[in-house]
C-alpha cells in the first residue's frame, strides 16, 4: 500500500532550524504535487509549501523568505527546510502528495502520520 513517511521533527529554540522529509513508498505509478501541512492546537489544518514534479513551489505568506519546499522525483521524497523558526511555527507537519497509485487511474491524496515540530521562545 502506499505510504507516506515523515522525519526531522522535534524541538529547537526558536531562530533555528529544522529539516522535514518526507518518502512516498508503494505502488505509485506516478506523483504530481507534494507538500506540507501543519496544523497548530486548536486550528485547522493549513498548507505551508506545495511543490509540483516540475518544481514549481508555493508558500504560505507567514513563511515565505524562511522556509524551502524542495523533492527529489527518483526517490519520490520532498523536504521542507525551515529556517528562523517561531514560536508561531509550533504544529504538527503533514506531508501530502497528489498521486496516481498503480491500481487506479486517478489522482489521489495520501496523508503522512505527522511530524511535531515544537519552536520554544
Known amino acids: 500500500q502506499v505510504q507516506l513517511v515523515e522525519s526531522g521533527g522535534g524541538l529547537v529554540q526558536a531562530g533555528g532550524s529544522l529539516r522535514l522529509s518526507c518518502a512516498a513508498s508503494g505502488p505509485i505509478f506516478s506523483i504530481n504535487t507534494m507538500g506540507w501541512y501543519r496544523q497548530a492546537p486548536g486550528k485547522q489544518r493549513e498548507l505551508v509549501a506545495g511543490?509540483?514534479?516540475?518544481?514549481?513551489?508555493n508558500y504560505a505568506d507567514s513563511v515565505k523568505g524562511r522556509f524551502t519546499i524542495s523533492r527529489d522525483n527518483a526517490e519520490n521524497t520532498v523536504y521542507l527546510q525551515m529556517n528562523s523558526l517561531k514560536p508561531g511555527d509550533t504544529a504538527v507537519y503533514y506531508c501530502?502528495?497528489?498521486?496516481?497509485?498503480?491500481?487506479?487511474?486517478?489522482?489521489?491524496?495520501?496523508w503522512g502520520k505527522g511530524t511535531l515540530v515544537t519552536v520554544s521562545s
Open positions: 511543490i509540483t514534479s516540475g518544481g514549481s513551489a
Open positions: 501530502n502528495a497528489h498521486l496516481r497509485p498503480l491500481s487506479g487511474w486517478v489522482g489521489v491524496d495520501y
